[in-house]
């Protein structure tokens, strides 16, 4: 036989294999939501009971997650994670809105999206809606059918395409609700606010909002299962309903790593066989898990890559811990590790020079408004003004059997050392196995953020390296600007009120603990009763100075503080001090003599008080 020959009657087996197995396999069909959590009737949520009947019926007949978490709080990543089974921190896919500049990720070639392995198992995969990936990936060979918009339901090509595996992206908490029928809409009167957020009315129409948005997508819902059914598909389909992340407009669920960014629902409805009936499931699941266990249905064998697992698989175990990480998103530059255990969340934050509600793409937002206009005239309780504004811990850990919405940090707590230590451990190990996020991205990436949207304030310190500073006082002409001072005046002004670079350069020596305070100051103690803070990669000019230097501060005893210029030689030199500050309700200003000839290439400053003294900077400026 002509080798020609040989090679197509071994491809037509190959097919004809394929797709004998695929006969005999259910579709399976996603429901994949954005920034929905989990307040839905089968939830046992009150407000929304008999309100998403749709959704309800799936968990009914088939299976609810009381407790899924998905492996990044913002879009792109977690799908991203979602249809490769793998967290995104593995494969470089962990930075939200990647690929779209100059600067294009490949996904990786010993890799293989779900789709792609679906398709090449003999299924016709689909699409409708949104993909948003965070890779450059080969569409002709992931889905044999894309739509851009998740309607009209293609459901003739599907009757003569099973099996089938298929997306259709809902809008979810993104829907527009103004013109919701008005005898449907949530009465703001009848909701709870999360105790992490003001106890307004403003906050009870954000939550009403998003209540209103999951009864919409209910609606739809319902459209595309009566599409099943009328097209003699309802039978032979596992039905998923999920969602991406946590409520949009809540400014501690979308983008952060937290239960209410993280805990999302998970439904999963099926064939009989297939999915089992009437179940709720208590137990931690991934939604890397349901990667696999399409699969599984499909009777893949799960890559080797895979951090998932079946979930009605013969070997299934029971996690231990479900971890998760959140990166930049949009322009705003960050890096957050978690994990969640039974009763525990575990969270490690890396970048502990900026608050937790830095400048990101909400600012314009009424709410995001509020929270600084709170913040600032001080009315903000001190519970929130803390969580939303305080000082970045490296760690914190939650009992969220008790504490649900993470309000009380138990890291110093002396009776939860055991569950920290074990806490470290678990996400040490997860850790081990690979993150990208460990490394900065390039300056081409960081350059295109950096030209993004007018409107956002980009003032994260990685952008400085790629900016300008015309002046030489250490804050690029860029940062001047976003804060509204005079980017060439040639002064120098520090008052550490950007959010997203509470330091603006300054530094502790060794003995200091971190010097970033709430939003607008520095903040530390004195552990041994001395201590010193340094900013350099300056380049000033003291002629423009004004002769002075002024520190407002405030300290809890009296304190000697020192003033030293480094004109670049290498040489550090005290010239101006001691100066007392003394214990004050307000902030006090220290003034110091400087030169007005030369440039200063770095600053410092020194003080020695009794061990434990705390200090308080507002501001570091020329006059």
Not at 243 to 266: C, I, W, Y
Not at 295 to 302: M, S, V
Not at 407 to 426: C, E, F, Q, T, W
């Amino acid at each position: 036989m002509h080798l020609n020959s040989i090679c197509s009657l071994f491809l037509f087996t190959l097919v004809s294999s394929a797709s004998s197995l695929a006969a005999d396999r259910p579709n399976v069909l996603w429901i994949f939501a954005e920034d929905t959590s989990p307040w839905m009737g089968c939830y046992g949520d009150e407000v929304n009971a008999g309100q998403t009947p749709h959704i309800d019926s799936l968990a009914a007949e088939g299976v609810m997650f009381a407790r899924a978490y998905v492996p990044a709080p913002v879009c792109s990543a977690c799908r991203s994670a979602v249809m490769t089974g793998q967290n995104q921190i593995r494969f470089g896919a962990h930075e939200h809105r990647s690929s779209r500049g100059p600067r294009k990720i490949q996904f990786p070639s010993d890799l293989k999206l779900l789709p792609q392995i679906m398709k090449e198992s003999g299924y016709f995969t689909f699409n409708l809606g949104k993909t948003d990936y965070n890779f450059i990936w080969d569409q002709k060979a992931t889905y044999s059918l894309e739509q851009k918009s998740r309607e009209p339901v293609p459901w003739d090509k599907l009757k003569g395409n099973q099996p089938f595996f298929g997306q259709i992206q809902t809008a979810g908490g993104k829907n527009n609700v103004s013109k919701f029928p008005a005898d449907r809409k949530t009465d703001p009167a009848s909701v709870t606010v999360p105790a992490d957020y003001p106890q307004d009315q403003l906050h009870r129409e954000v939550v009403a909002e998003h209540y209103d948005s999951i009864r919409k997508d209910d609606d739809f819902i319902g459209d595309v299962l009566a599409g099943l059914k009328a097209n003699g598909l309802w039978e032979n389909t596992v039905v998923v309903y999920v969602s991406d992340h946590g409520a949009n407009h809540l400014l501690r669920h979308k983008q952060m790593p937290t239960e209410g960014g993280l805990h999302v629902p998970f439904v999963v409805r099926g064939p009989e066989g297939v999915v089992p009936k009437s179940q709720v499931r208590d137990d931690l699941v991934d939604i890397l898990d349901l990667t696999a266990t399409t699969l599984a249905w499909a009777g893949i064998e799960l890559p080797s890559w895979y951090e998932g697992q079946d979930l009605f698989g013969p070997d299934f175990a029971p996690r231990e811990f479900v971890a998760s990480a959140k990166d930049r998103l949009d322009h705003t530059i960050d890096r957050v590790r978690t994990v969640r255990t039974d009763r525990f969340r575990y969270t490690r934050n890396y970048k502990l020079d900026r608050v937790l509600l830095q400048p990101q793409y909400r600012d314009g937002n009424a709410y995001t408004k509020f929270m600084h206009d709170a913040y600032a005239a001080g009315t903000l309780s001190p519970k929130l003004t803390e969580i939303y504004f305080g000082e970045r811990r490296p760690e914190e850990l939650y009992d969220v059997e008790r504490d649900p919405h993470q309000i009380n940090n138990l890291v110093d707590h002396p009776a939860y050392a055991g569950v920290l230590d074990r806490h470290r451990a678990l996400l040490d190990d997860w850790l081990s196995k690979g993150d990208a996020g460990a490394y900065e991205e390039p300056a081409s990436e960081i350059a295109y953020q950096a030209d993004g949207p007018a409107k956002w304030k980009k003032v994260n310190p990685e952008y400085e390296s790629i900016r300008e500073d015309s002046d030489g006082d250490g804050l690029s002409d860029e940062f001047e600007g976003y804060m509204g001072r005079d980017a060439k005046d040639g002064k120098l002004l520090f008052t550490f009120d950007s959010g997203g670079w509470q330091t603006e350069g300054w530094l502790a020596n060794p003995g200091l603990s971190n010097i970033a305070g709430y939003q607008g100051y520095l903040d530390f103690d004195l552990p041994s009763g001395e201590g010193s803070i340094v900013r350099s990669g300056l380049s000033a000019d003291l002629a423009t100075q004004g002769g002075s230097l002024s520190v407002a501060m405030r300290v809890t005893e009296p304190t000697l503080v020192w003033l030293s210029l480094n004109y670049g030689n290498g040489v550090t030199e005290r010239l101006a001090g001691p100066v007392t500050a003394v214990p004050s309700r307000s902030f006090e200003t220290s003034s110091f003599r400087i030169p007005e000839s030369g440039k200063v290439a770095a600053l410092r400053i020194d003080f020695k008080g009794t061990p434990g003294t705390f200090i308080e900077i507002d501001s570091i400026q020329s006059n």
